[in-house]
């Protein structure tokens, strides 16, 4: 009795070793299937990526230091001007 008993726990955990087995492949088909529609959607909405919006991101900070540069460059030589001009005479 104790040998039958002993094959049958046996044969519990080689089918518990293949089911956890199964189970692992079926877990990783679910995730490669999930990435893959996920990426499709993701392309499907013209959803930009990470690098392009980090680089565009700097593209405009960059921009807007060089407006902020010009802009006061420009009151510089506005306020020059104000101060060279001279009153037309009439005549």
């Given at each position: 009795?104790?040998?039958?008993s002993g094959?049958?726990?046996?044969?519990?955990?080689?089918?518990?070793?293949?089911?956890?087995?199964?189970?692992?492949?079926?877990?990783?088909?679910?995730?490669?299937?999930?990435?893959?529609?996920a990426e499709?959607?993701?392309?499907?909405?013209?959803?930009?990526?990470?690098?392009?919006?980090?680089?565009?991101k700097e593209?405009?900070?960059?921009?807007?230091?060089?407006?902020?540069?010009?802009?006061?460059?420009?009151?510089?030589?506005?306020?020059?001007?104000?101060?060279?001009?001279?009153?037309?005479?009439?005549?």
């Amino acid at each position: 009795m104790t040998q039958t008993s002993g094959r049958i726990f046996d044969e519990m955990a080689r089918l518990m070793n293949d089911a956890a087995g199964v189970a692992q492949g079926v877990r990783r088909e679910f995730d490669t299937l999930f990435r893959t529609q996920a990426e499709r959607i993701l392309r499907d909405l013209d959803v930009v990526q990470r690098e392009e919006f980090e680089a565009v991101k700097e593209m405009a900070r960059l921009a807007r230091e060089e407006n902020e540069a010009l802009k006061a460059r420009i009151e510089v030589l506005e306020a020059k001007g104000t101060k060279v001009k001279k009153p037309a005479a009439e005549g």
